[in-house]
């Protein structure tokens, strides 16, 4: 039986950390390490596992793992004896995440977080699983009998681990790290599509069953089917869904925003964490939405989410990351009403909150109800709108007056932030909103300022503190941004900042070909797999932005080799998800966006009437350049060589390298960017 060393450094590491989560546990009796080669060396020096644990600041499960195992003493002296225990925040590390979800979902087993995982000394993993109890309940091992199993089996079967290991290491690469060789012009769209619809609860909307998940990147896929070809099945999937997942309670009625899922399948009690990039994809879907339906629920919800967003998640560094789920001890209090709150809140204005809100709670929720809309309420709200303003007025007033607000992640997260900065200027331009597209530009100036001296990006920023070097994904919302605050500005120097990101982009990132990118850069030397990203989350995949921002970077910038590039990476990309695609759907709507890249032209006058029609319509496979009349500077192109006349207004709408006629009627322009191939 091997021994196993003393751990030399009887301590907690995480003191000095940036990550608001690390920091939550630099108290435990634990002794945390961070991740990174000398957690690694420690476990090869002890002869012992590393147990990792990854997590993020306002996860509900994490917290309660946290109070059962990692602040209990005699849990923490089990796992210091026998481990070296390596902390990680999932949102400063997502490369690492990434790595040992995909090695969890290998072993078959449900993902989530918190991740628990056992890694051998040189940090490939060989068991692993989720939340676990301290003693054995929810029909779930304890973590103390896993603990004590766990060693044992590396005592007696080291051998066995290390072969099964470095065999499930192999294949993790094999799947994150793997190139194509057989790129494809396949059209990936209509299939998953085909293939999403039946999956849709066509009463409560949303994916069948519970839990449910906003799920932007299906959203976006039956949105773009919708606008390619005319389904009708397409458009109503996604309607249904936005209505009854912001008529919810995974909604914020007070306070504007939306939760990070819902634990039953009517959308009614979330796990209550406010997540920033579920909130900006919201924002960008809502909008695409309200164009084509003019339902003024989805405007409410830009204009209430919006107003969340500048009140509460701003930081002097770009906006935070997250909200907790957690406050006062308990998850969702900040969130819940009782009879009696209502009553303290309202006074005499209680009678009218039944006209515009209900109460509704589930059987396995133990707190107090929280509120949700039915559509007769949501008629009624729209039809008094000032009426329903008093009551939300006085909530969120005795809401921050009375009660202790959940903790905020105020970590700067580059690619969150790009994400954000991109709907505040779509929706700041089509809704008219100029304090939106100003916010947005601010946001993009803090997040560019903390490049470093050769202008590299960092990933996460918090205080005076900066965490290099940034992920691909990185790069490609910023670049994204930078043609959406364009759209919205006409500033080309938002511009330069998309060509400057491009050029970092495939420097750190790009692969031999030039044809892909890895999500870490080429100088990340903590990584045991250098993967590629093509994996979406509750966000595209990396990749899925690298080929959106490419493509759409093409489209502003009017550089047709460019545009070719973003399909000649998508054709690559798809290829290596040929057989993988729910998991991808965000490269395969960003390669319907690089194959179909649309950009319209405007020339205006003062009036700027055909600009107006425009911002109203937006689509997220068009770019908008506007040069007004008289203007100076150069006049953007059509195609290759090809510039539009300035004599007076008129409106140029080009898919690829192929321009229609002009159009110079506003009606007709209107019918021109809502038409449909089916």
Not at 75 to 103: G, T
Not at 200 to 221: C, S, V
């Amino acid at each position: 039986m091997s021994q196993i060393a003393v751990n030399p450094r009887s301590e907690n590491l995480l003191a000095h950390e940036t990550s608001p989560y690390l920091l939550q546990h630099a108290s435990n009796p634990v002794h945390w390490r961070p991740w990174g080669p000398a957690a690694l060396e420690e476990a090869r020096k002890r002869n012992c596992p590393i147990l990792l644990s990854i997590g993020y600041a306002a996860c509900h499960w994490c917290h309660v793992m946290a109070h059962e195992s990692f602040e209990d003493e005699e849990v923490a002296k089990l796992m210091n004896r026998l481990y070296v225990n390596v902390k990680v925040d999932r949102e400063e590390r997502p490369d690492i995440d990434q790595i040992y979800m995909a090695a969890l979902s290998a072993m078959n087993e449900q993902g989530g977080w918190p991740l628990t995982m056992f890694l051998t000394p040189d940090g490939k993993p060989f068991w692993g699983g989720t939340y676990f109890p301290k003693l054995p309940r929810y029909d779930r091992a304890g973590f103390v009998q896993i603990l004590q199993a766990i060693s044992n089996a590396w005592a007696e079967k080291r051998e066995e681990i290390e072969g099964s290991a470095g065999s499930l290491t192999a294949h993790i690469d094999s799947r994150l790290a793997r190139s194509a060789s057989d790129p494809t012009n396949d059209d990936f769209l209509p299939r998953l599509a085909g293939a999403l619809l039946p999956m849709i609860d066509r009463q409560r909307g949303g994916l069948k069953g519970a839990p449910k998940f906003p799920n932007a990147p299906f959203l976006t896929t039956l949105w773009l089917q919708w606008l390619n070809v005319g389904d009708t099945d397409c458009r109503e999937a996604v309607l249904i869904s936005l209505r009854k997942m912001l008529a919810g309670g995974i909604y914020d009625h007070v306070g504007g925003g939306l939760a990070r899922y819902s634990t039953d399948d009517e959308w009614l009690i979330p796990h209550f964490e406010k997540m920033l990039y579920d909130n900006a994809l919201l924002l960008r879907l809502c909008n695409w939405v309200y164009a084509h339906s003019a339902e003024q629920l989805f405007r409410k919800r830009i204009e209430q989410t919006v107003d969340w967003l500048l009140r509460e998640m701003q930081t002097d560094a770009g906006f935070a990351s997250s909200l907790d789920a957690d406050s006062e001890g308990e998850e969702g209090v900040f969130y819940t009403w009782s009879n009696a709150q209502l009553r303290d809140a309202l006074g005499n204005q209680l009678p009218n909150l039944s006209t515009f809100y209900s109460q509704g709670t589930q059987p396995q929720w133990e707190g107090d109800p929280v509120l949700f809309q039915t559509p007769d309420q949501i008629i009624a709200s729209e039809r008094g709108p000032e009426a329903d303003a008093a009551i939300r007025s006085l909530l969120l007033a005795d809401r921050e007056k009375r009660r202790t607000r959940p903790s905020r992640d105020d970590k700067v997260l580059t690619d969150w932030n790009g994400m954000a900065i991109q709907a505040l200027a779509e929706t700041g331009k089509s809704l008219q909103q100029p304090k939106w597209i100003e916010c947005a530009a601010v946001a993009f100036e803090r997040i560019t300022m903390s490049a470093d001296e050769g202008g590299r990006l960092p990933h996460a920023a918090r205080a005076d503190r900066r965490l290099y070097p940034a992920f691909s994904s990185d790069y490609a919302a910023m670049i994204n941004a930078s043609v959406s605050l364009y759209e919205a500005t006409g500033t080309t120097t938002y511009l330069d900042h998309g060509r400057s990101f491009l050029k970092l982009l495939d420097i750190w990132h790009g692969d031999d070909t030039g044809l892909g990118h890895y999500f870490t850069a080429s100088d990340s030397a903590d990584v045991p797999i250098r993967i590629r990203g093509d994996v979406d989350d509750a966000t595209p995949s990396a990749n899925a932005q690298v080929i959106e921002a490419i493509a759409r970077l093409a489209s502003a910038t009017g550089e047709a080799a460019l545009a070719l590039r973003a399909q000649e990476i998508s054709r690559h990309a798809q290829a290596r998800i040929r057989d993988q695609q729910f998991g991808q759907a965000g490269i395969i709507n960003a390669s319907a966006i690089a194959r179909q890249s649309i950009k319209l032209v405007l020339v205006d006058d003062a009036k700027e009437r055909l600009v107006a029609v425009a911002n109203r319509i937006p689509d997220p496979r068009r770019v908008d350049i506007v040069h007004r009349m008289g203007e100076a500077g150069a006049v953007p192109e059509l195609t290759e060589g090809v510039y539009p006349t300035t004599e007076r207004p008129g409106a140029w709408l080009c898919t690829n390298q192929t321009c229609l006629p002009v159009i110079t009627d506003e009606n007709e322009l209107a019918r021109a960017l809502t038409a449909r191939a089916g």
